[in-house]
Every structure is written in C-alpha cells, then in structure tokens.
C-alpha cells in the first residue's frame, strides 16, 4: 500500500509539474514577438547537422584532451604491466609507452592517427598537466628522502655519492667537448651545454632504485641501507646542482647567475629555518588526531604551491620547490604517508604518464637515420655507464664493501628512470638540447634503468657460493618446513595455527615461515620498519604463545601471486599455506591496467582456458590470484578459508575418491601426533568402506591412536555436528564436488583447509 501511495505521488509530482513547464514555455514563447530572432537555417539534414555536431565536440580541446588521458594512461599501463611480468620496474614500460605513442613509432606508421590523437595545437594543454603531475612526483620523492637516515649514515655514504655525482659529471662534460660542434644548439653556450650534459650523466633514479631495493628484499641490509643513503645524498646533491645549472642557463653567465644563486639560498635558508619548523609545529599537534582537518591539509598543500612557484621566480625550476617542500614535511611517518596516499594515486597514474607521452613525442629515434648517430648515442650510453657505473663501485670498494656490494652499489646508482627524463625535458625546453641529443639521452636512460635488474642478477650469479648453499641443503633435509603466506593479520594468526597443529610436538625439526607482500607502490622505504611490525604483530604474539620459533620475511613486490610462488618453488618446503583472497592486489587485465582490483580479464587465465590447464578449480570461489598460485606451485597447497579459528581439536575430513585419502592421510597423522586431534573421516561415496587395503590401513591408524580417529558411514551430515567441528580438512577435488551440488554442507562448515596434492 505504501508502494502504491508513493507511486501516485511521484507520478503526480513529475506529470504535474511537467505540465506546468510547458505551460510556462507556450506562454513564454508569445513575448518573442516583435524581437529579432536569428532562427540558424541549413540545408543539411538532421541527421547530417547531428553528425557535424559530434565532429566538432570530439575536437573540443576538452574532449581531445579527456581523449589523450584515457588513451595515454591504458596503454602506459599495459607496458607497465609487461614489464612487471619480465621482472622490470613499471616505470620503463611507462617509458617505452610514451616513445611508442610518439613519433617513433605511432608517428611514424600510423601518421594520421597520431595527427588526430595529439594535434600540435594540444601539445601546450598536455605539457601543462604533466608539469602538475611532475610537480606532485617531486612533492613525493622530497618526502621519501628519510632525513634521519642521512644524518645517521651520511659519513658512511658521502664518499661513494659524491664520487659517483662529480665523476660522471666530469665524463659528462668531457663528452660535451666533442659533440659540442655537431649536436648543440647554435644558440646555447658551451658552458650551459656542458653543464647539461654533465648533470645527465651524474642523476640517479632515488624513486626506483629505491622501489628495486625493496623488491628485492635487501632493504633490511647492510648493502641496502648504504645503497638508499647514497641515493638519497645523490637525489639532493644533483637536485641543487641543477638549480645551479639552470640559474646560469637562464641568466645567460655565471656572473648574473650569482643573483639567482643567492636568491635561491635565501630561499632554502626560509624554507629549513622557517617553513620546516613551523610545519614540524603543526605536526606535533596533530600527530595523534584521528584524522586530519582539511585546512590543516590546505597548509600542507598551500606550502608545496608556494614553495614551487618562489623557485619558478627565482629562477631555479618548479620542480626543486616542490623537491624541498616534500623534504621538509614533519618526520611523523603517519603525516608523510598520509599526504603520499593523497598524493601518490593522482600523481602516478593519472598525471604521471602524460609526462612520458609527452616526453615520447619529443623523441624522435627517426633522426638517427644514420650508423654515425647511433655510434654517438652508444658513446653516450658507454660514458653513463663507466661514470656511474664504475665510479660508484670503485668508491664503494674504496670505502671497504666487498666486491658483491661494491658492483651492485654501482648497478643500482646507475639506475636513472624518471629522474633522468626530468632533467633531460628541462634542458630541452631550455633549448640546451637538440633534438637529436635529446632522443639519444633518453634512450640512455631507458637503457641503463632497464639493465639494473640483468645486472643484479649476473652480479648474484657470479658471486654465489656453492657450498654455502650444500651445506643449507644437507640442515634442512630432515626438516618438516612450513611456508605460509598472508595478507591480513588476522589470516596470518590462523595460518600459523595449522602451521602449528602440523609440527607443534617436532619443533625442533621443523620450521616454519610466514611472508607478507606488498605492492611496491604502497610502500616506501622510509616506513617499511613501522609497516612490517603492525603487519607481523599478530602472527608473532601467537607465535610466543605457542612457544615456538617463526622466521618472518616482509618483502615488497610488483606481482606478488609470481613472488609467492617462486619463494615456495626456490626455498624447498614442505607445504604452503595461503589464506583465501590472498592476492587481492591484482589479478586481471584491467585491474593491473588500471591500478584497480576488479578481476574482469585475467590474461594469465585465458591462456590456461585455451590451452586446457585450467578446469580443476574452475568452480571454486578462489580468486585468479589463488588459482595461479595451486597451477604454478611445486609443492602441495593449502587454502585456508578462515572463519574466526581458535583452537584445532576436532577435525572433520570428507572423502570422496580413494586418491582423496592416499596424500590426505599423511596430514591426518601429523594433526594426530602433534596435537591430539580428533579426526572425523566421513565416507561419502562408500569407497574407502569398499576398499580393503584402505580401510586396513584407517584400522591401524585407529589402533595406534586410540579414540582418535572415527570412520564414519552416514551420508547426511547435521548441522549441529559441523558447528562441533573446528576444521575442515578436504581435497581440491573434494572442494568443487560440494561447491558444483551446492552441498547444503556449504552454509555450515568450519574453518576449512582445502590441500592440494604433491606435484613431484
């Protein structure tokens, strides 16, 4: 009734008023006469006129521009994620993009595409949106750089950080001597032009040598620590550098620079002596409120706007304010990571790669038309690599690492990434570059970021030690060893309870492991300490209240189903044990594309569907992730699907196939020895009651542990009698048989560990 009264009444409302404005509009249209319309006339049809319409909105500078984001971000993000998947950062596949989209290639086959796409008359709109995503990036990375650990290592990192600045930029200029005559500018000074191409030279990559790092899981080391603090010195040493660099280039000699130089200091000395304070003020207050007021925000953004337009005037680039905003933030980690979180997803996936598009379409690889160009770009690259390369290695082993961490010091600072492309479109819009120069910097950039990892590993390679790894293999082979993988505290806490329940009686020749991955993008490395505490809390108060000993390994990863499976497959366990949703980070397509979590396309999975290798699990409520992870994995699996677990002392194990019960068993008695479980194998089909070696073998399991183990021949399980139980054991087979009868089981059973079988 009541429906049916609101019905009426919207009715009435919109029919009613609908009437009234007609009404209005006849009225309305009586007090035209007298006046002098222009009514358009045209001998286009409708449809025609319709048709011009849309033509002219869909070169709207608007729409163009809403055109070239959407277009720029997709496939900045489906580069991105092909390199993640060949081990590569994102940020080269971001680059490659950009140069693809470019004159390069697109440009080049695909001219009136990319005439329509990015019209020279739309460049100016595209250049303005990238500097604000630039200038955001270089908000962010001032933040990353954590001050304490440049006062605290900074004696130990001087040496090999201002080693690999001046002599690569030294090499640089030596470099400029030579091609000066051929590839500058008419118009620049040798002194701006050498200047520039020493700074090229000398520049890291702080973001992404810092993101390779914490991929890599050396974060925590020796060689991590001196490895970010040289970075960190590096990233603010050749910032100002370019300060300098560009105040000269401006003011045309180094005399009338001196003005900008001095204008420049006076800023800093503000911005430490004044700005730091009072924003340290404000964090002091607010660090324990709950969240922040927007115009506490406001200051906070009101100051990096501030700080980017007075070095703007100055004369010193937007983007050393933004810089220098970003390092004087309060120290608080929860402030940092608060304004990086509002930052960083705008910043990066949205503004970011206009930039390299951007960028890209400066590129033109085409005008290295000839073996004699690219002989300089190979020169220009073979100068970048001996100056960073070899001149942080040496430093490093000067200092006394040994030659392992000396050479992966020098592979990682020769990481250049974003960071090179910044300083290389300042140059060029200051005209110190030529177009020629400039393509053959940026393939040098791409090229060194891209050799970081191959170098690493080689590095790794070449260093290792066979009997090291002989003798890890001889102590761990009579070891039961347990990795589990989790991704909230809580999943984790109940993972180590089955762990526990398997091996609790043999601790001291078991072992277990738990691992928490992170997306690289959600982490920094200045909070990475504070982040793995919270995330390991749980599982280690567990742990103490066990009495046992865990190993935790905390890691970041851009594709954390693959990391998982590769630590399981490389560090030779026994048996891995993920949570259900474990790889809720990423999974398809789209969502990789796009940075979401929506699983539409997973590629991975399409591919398994053609080929015929993914049918077992096609029923069950496993995520892509999951599913990738019981495909790839060498060792058995076990999915928990927690549902609050507190204690495991009765168990119930549904059979359904005789090849159930032959890997299931082994975990039964594990279960039975180590925590007194009581075991409830249910027979559901009456096969294991049919066979007579099986049911022999249950027999003497029942004999060995009296009152422990029920063979049970009901084919109707209560409800009453799940609630009693505290785990599900099953098989993959066993799970998608109830899932595809839509078992009435489903709705009442307890945490479940679903086991996969052993692959070998």
């Given at each position: 009734m009541k429906n049916l009264r609101n019905s009426i009444f919207y009715i009435g409302v919109i029919g009613g008023f609908s009437v009234l404005m007609y009404w209005i509009i006849l009225l309305g249209v009586k007090l035209e006469t007298g006046r002098n319309l222009k009514i358009p006339t045209s001998d286009k049809s409708q449809w025609s006129e319709f048709l011009d319409s849309l033509i002219k909105n869909l070169h709207h500078p608007l729409a163009l521009l809403l055109a070239q984001i959407v277009t720029i971000i997709f496939v900045a993000r489906i580069f991105g994620w092909i390199c993640i998947k060949i081990k590569q950062p994102a940020v080269i596949g971001e680059m490659i993009a950009g140069i693809v989209m470019g004159p390069s290639l697109i440009g080049m086959y695909l001219p009136e595409f990319s005439t329509a796409l990015f019209p020279a008359e739309s460049l100016g709109n595209l250049q303005f949106l990238s500097q604000i995503g630039l200038i955001l990036f270089m908000y962010i990375v001032g933040m990353e750089i954590d001050m304490k650990i440049l006062r605290n290592k900074a004696h130990d990192a001087v040496v090999i950080s201002h080693a690999s600045i001046i002599i690569p930029f030294v090499l640089g200029m030596g470099l400029a001597y030579f091609i000066y005559d051929e590839f500058a500018p008419a118009d620049v000074q040798f002194t701006s032009f050498g200047l520039f191409a020493g700074i090229a030279m000398s520049i890291t990559a702080f973001p992404v040598l810092a993101r390779i790092v914490q991929e890599r899981g050396i974060h925590k080391t020796k060689l991590g620590t001196i490895v970010i603090t040289c970075a960190a010195a590096d990233d603010i040493t050749a910032w100002c550098i370019l300060a300098v660099v560009i105040a000269i280039v401006k003011a045309g000699s180094f005399g009338s620079a001196l003005y900008t130089v001095v204008l420049a200091l006076g800023y800093v000395f503000l911005m430490i002596k004044v700005v730091r304070p009072f924003l340290k003020r404000i964090g002091d207050l607010y660090a324990t409120s709950e969240k922040l007021s927007k115009p506490i925000v406001a200051i906070f953004f009101l100051t990096l706007v501030v700080s980017s337009y007075l070095t703007e005037v100055i004369?010193?680039?937007?983007?050393?304010?933004?810089?220098?905003?970003?390092?004087?933030?309060?120290?608080?980690?929860?402030?940092?990571?608060?304004?990086?979180?509002?930052?960083?997803?705008?910043?990066?996936?949205?503004?970011?790669?206009?930039?390299?598009?951007?960028?890209?379409?400066?590129?033109?690889?085409?005008?290295?038309?000839?073996?004699?160009?690219?002989?300089?770009?190979?020169?220009?690259?073979?100068?970048?690599?001996?100056?960073?390369?070899?001149?942080?290695?040496?430093?490093?082993?000067?200092?006394?690492?040994?030659?392992?961490?000396?050479?992966?010091?020098?592979?990682?600072?020769?990481?250049?990434?974003?960071?090179?492309?910044?300083?290389?479109?300042?140059?060029?819009?200051?005209?110190?570059?030529?177009?020629?120069?400039?393509?053959?910097?940026?393939?040098?950039?791409?090229?060194?970021?891209?050799?970081?990892?191959?170098?690493?590993?080689?590095?790794?390679?070449?260093?290792?030690?066979?009997?090291?790894?002989?003798?890890?293999?001889?102590?761990?082979?009579?070891?039961?060893?347990?990795?589990?993988?989790?991704?909230?505290?809580?999943?984790?806490?109940?993972?180590?309870?089955?762990?526990?329940?398997?091996?609790?009686?043999?601790?001291?020749?078991?072992?277990?492991?738990?691992?928490?991955?992170?997306?690289?993008?959600?982490?920094?490395?200045?909070?990475?300490?504070?982040?793995?505490?919270?995330?390991?809390?749980?599982?280690?108060?567990?742990?103490?209240?066990?009495?046992?000993?865990?190993?935790?390994?905390?890691?970041?990863?851009?594709?954390?189903?693959?990391?998982?499976?590769?630590?399981?497959?490389?560090?030779?366990?026994?048996?891995?044990?993920?949570?259900?949703?474990?790889?809720?980070?990423?999974?398809?397509?789209?969502?990789?594309?796009?940075?979401?979590?929506?699983?539409?396309?997973?590629?991975?999975?399409?591919?398994?569907?053609?080929?015929?290798?993914?049918?077992?699990?096609?029923?069950?409520?496993?995520?892509?992730?999951?599913?990738?992870?019981?495909?790839?994995?060498?060792?058995?699996?076990?999915?928990?699907?927690?549902?609050?677990?507190?204690?495991?002392?009765?168990?119930?194990?549904?059979?359904?196939?005789?090849?159930?019960?032959?890997?299931?068993?082994?975990?039964?008695?594990?279960?039975?020895?180590?925590?007194?479980?009581?075991?409830?194998?249910?027979?559901?089909?009456?096969?294991?009651?049919?066979?007579?070696?099986?049911?022999?073998?249950?027999?003497?399991?029942?004999?060995?542990?009296?009152?422990?183990?029920?063979?049970?021949?009901?084919?109707?399980?209560?409800?009453?009698?799940?609630?009693?139980?505290?785990?599900?054991?099953?098989?993959?087979?066993?799970?998608?048989?109830?899932?595809?009868?839509?078992?009435?089981?489903?709705?009442?059973?307890?945490?479940?560990?679903?086991?996969?079988?052993?692959?070998?």
């Open positions: 004369g010193i680039h937007a983007l050393f304010g933004a810089f220098i905003a970003g390092a004087i933030m309060p120290e608080n980690i929860r402030f940092r990571n608060l304004f990086i979180e509002k930052v960083e997803d705008v910043a990066l996936v949205l503004l970011l790669p206009l930039f390299f598009v951007f960028t890209g379409l400066r590129t033109q690889i085409g005008l290295l038309n000839e073996p004699y160009l690219w002989k300089i770009a190979g020169l220009i690259f073979a100068v970048a690599v001996i100056g960073k390369f070899v001149s942080s290695a040496l430093a490093a082993r000067f200092v006394g690492q040994n030659w392992k961490d000396s050479l992966s010091i020098g592979a990682l600072m020769n990481t250049r990434g974003l960071t090179e492309l910044v300083a290389l479109n300042i140059g060029y819009d200051l005209g110190v570059l030529s177009p020629e120069l400039f393509s053959m910097f940026v393939i040098m950039a791409l090229a060194t970021t891209f050799m970081t990892g191959p170098t690493l590993d080689l590095i790794n390679w070449l260093f290792r030690s066979s009997k090291q790894e002989t003798e890890e293999d001889i102590a761990l082979k009579n070891k039961y060893r347990i990795l589990l993988s989790f991704d909230r505290p809580e999943s984790g806490r109940a993972l180590f309870k089955v762990a526990d329940g398997l091996t609790n009686k043999r601790s001291e020749s078991s072992e277990i492991t738990a691992m928490h991955f992170l997306p690289t993008e959600e982490l920094h490395h200045y909070n990475t300490d504070v982040y793995e505490n919270e995330k390991f809390k749980d599982i280690v108060e567990e742990s103490v209240a066990l009495n046992r000993n865990i190993t935790t390994m905390f890691k970041a990863s851009s594709d954390i189903d693959n990391e998982i499976v590769n630590v399981a497959n490389k560090s030779k366990h026994d048996l891995l044990l993920v949570g259900i949703g474990q790889s809720i980070y990423q999974g398809s397509l789209l969502g990789r594309v796009l940075g979401f979590t929506t699983r539409i396309i997973n590629p991975e999975k399409i591919l398994n569907t053609v080929t015929g290798k993914e049918n077992i699990l096609e029923s069950a409520p496993f995520d892509d992730g999951t599913r990738q992870i019981i495909a790839k994995s060498h060792i058995p699996v076990g999915v928990l699907i927690d549902k609050d677990l507190a204690d495991i002392n009765t168990i119930f194990i549904p059979l359904f196939s005789l090849k159930d019960w032959n890997f299931i068993q082994n975990y039964v008695q594990k279960f039975i020895q180590n925590i007194n479980a009581r075991i409830e194998i249910l027979d559901v089909e009456g096969k294991i009651m049919a066979d007579l070696d099986t049911k022999e073998k249950i027999r003497l399991m029942e004999q060995a542990a009296p009152n422990k183990l029920t063979l049970r021949k009901e084919q109707s399980i209560e409800k009453d009698f799940l609630e009693q139980q505290d785990l599900m054991l099953i098989s993959i087979d066993g799970w998608k048989h109830l899932v595809e009868n839509k078992s009435p089981w489903l709705a009442n059973i307890p945490s479940t560990l679903i086991l996969s079988e052993d692959k070998k």
